[in-house]
């Protein structure tokens, strides 16, 4: 169906259409809709996020980051406007101001754990592990049994010379996610072969190669 024929719907008939052509995997027509739907509602959020939406599985982030900024204008409350923004920024390389929205969303919803993640990256990627490990330890604290947060937290305490604590961490994937925990293990050099009737031994010789790794 080409613009002519959608192009007079009521706002809301037209909103429908597009969100129908997103389920049916027509992204280019449903934008199209989207796009139509702005020109006469600029601050509609619900296309507003789906219209970044359809720009960030494009990878077209710069667009995505336009609608987002739009969005969290428009709803300033939203948290999770904010955390896309983030994601967004993140994703296009602005690690700064993707810091500043992941810490927006945080105060608005200081339980979104997929915020204090983007920000634990951020922080990762500025060599700010401290800070990084405690945004971590947010993250694992709400998402216990995702492995990733567990994953990062361990690289965090790598590289603040917590090596023992890196090893904990990873004896603790292996508990629900060994092969999470194979590739800790291979990531940080540890090396864990933990003898079940001398678990101690083990674990402080692999806590020695970590040591001497870092060295």
Known sequence: MKMAM???LPSQLLRIYAVLLLAMGRSHAALACFDRLLQHRPHDCHALASRAHIYAQRGSFDA?????????QTRP???AGWFNLGYALQQHGE??????AFRQALAIDPRLDRAW??????LMDS????????ALEKTTALQPMSPYGWFRLA???????QHDEAF???LHLRQFEPKVAAQLERALGLGLSVNPCHPGRGASAAIARASSHAA
Do not use: H, M, N, P
């Open 6 to 8: 959608w192009s007079w």
């Open 64 to 72: 995505a980051i336009d609608s987002l900024c739009l969005l969290t």
């Open 77 to 79: 409350q939203a948290a």
């Open 95 to 100: 690690q700064g101001q993707a810091g500043v």
């Open 117 to 122: 993640y983007g920000l634990a990256l951020v």
């Open 127 to 134: 060599r700010q592990y401290q800070e990084a490990a405690f």
């Open 155 to 161: 690289q965090a305490r790598q590289a603040l010379d």
């Open 168 to 170: 904990k961490i990873a």
